[in-house]
């Protein structure tokens, strides 16, 4: 029973919600151990509280994942798991979750309060709305960020939340373009919003918001905010590992390919990861004027 339960939590999910460590590296406190522990702590309740979600869209979405040739292997669809079990352990687990954020900062506590609601909307009503399903899911990655913040007690660069929101959204419609080119004439019985959108559409809004998140951020690092804030004009350079991992999941959503979605991909990918660790390594460097 721990194993399944474990599995429907999606561990391998979870690395999305280093986006509540973004604030962190950007407050210069990565060198903090009270700030380190904190963020830890707030990292691992989202996780908490990511994994229930999951739970519960894997208890709406059953009939359809019995019906899926890959998803009815998931511990609920396959009944390795039982729906009485799933469900009470997220009854438990979000309401302590959101009381230990609470200890932790009311605000960072009233984020992940909400960030939850807004995940029972989508599990129950905006997955199924073109567009909505995929700004819902931005939306919850601006909230990790702003998780973050208010976890350290640090103002949310609005910035940051920017290029946060407008990186979510490329993700988000690089998987539904690529549903929808894996799935062909299923695509709407594996999920309904696909049946309203267009791969000309979704290949358009695909290369448009790849220009404008670069443009974004490319902005950002030039800008007085990070020059002053930083004290150094060196972070447009981290631009290019931002144009290499566009280009590269443009690639994967583009290509065939049988993983489940473009995500599952990337981790997979070695250029992706080697491109995402330098930079990463790259950025934190220069922030902290270790270059």
């Not at 894997?58 to 890959?70: L, M």
């Not at 079990?85 to 979000?94: Q, S």
């Not at 601006?142 to 946060?164: E, K």
């Not at 448009?208 to 004290?231: C, E, I, K, N, R």
Request: hydrophobic share 50%; with cysteine.
């Amino acid at each position: 029973m721990i194993l399944p339960l474990v599995q429907t939590l999606r561990p391998r999910q979870w690395l999305k919600n280093i986006f509540v460590a973004v604030p962190l590296v950007f407050a210069q406190k990565l060198t903090d151990p009270a700030s380190l522990w904190t963020t830890a702590g707030a990292v691992a309740l989202f996780s908490l509280v990511s994994g229930c979600v999951y739970i519960l869209n894997d208890i709406v979405d059953i009939e359809k994942d019995r019906a899926h040739p890959k998803k009815q292997h998931r511990p609920l669809p396959s009944g390795r798991l039982s729906i009485t079990v799933a469900r009470a352990f997220a009854v438990v687990a979000v309401p302590l979750a959101i009381g230990l954020g609470y200890w932790l900062e009311p605000l960072y506590a009233l984020v992940l309060g909400i960030y939850f609601a807004q995940n029972v909307a989508y599990s129950f009503k905006l997955k199924n709305v073109a567009y909505l399903d995929v700004s819902s899911i931005a939306a919850g990655f601006i909230l990790r960020v702003l998780a973050g913040a208010y976890a350290l007690q640090v103002a949310p660069s609005p910035w940051l939340l920017a290029c946060t929101g407008l990186l979510a959204l490329f993700l988000g419609f690089g998987k539904r373009a690529h549903e929808l080119s894996s799935s062909g004439q299923s695509a709407s019985k594996q999920r309904a919003a696909l049946a309203k959108y267009s791969p000309k559409v979704l290949r358009v809004i695909l290369y448009t918001l790849a220009v404008v998140t670069v443009g974004v951020y490319a902005t950002y690092t030039m800008s007085d905010h990070v020059a002053q804030l930083f004290g150094t004009d060196k972070m447009v350079y981290t631009t290019l590992f931002l144009v290499l991992g566009i280009g590269r999941f443009i690639q994967i959503t583009t290509r065939d390919s049988e993983a489940e979605s473009p995500t599952e991909e990337m981790l997979r990918d070695p250029l992706f990861m080697a491109n995402f660790v330098i930079g990463v390594i790259v950025s934190t460097a220069i922030l902290y004027g270790w270059v």
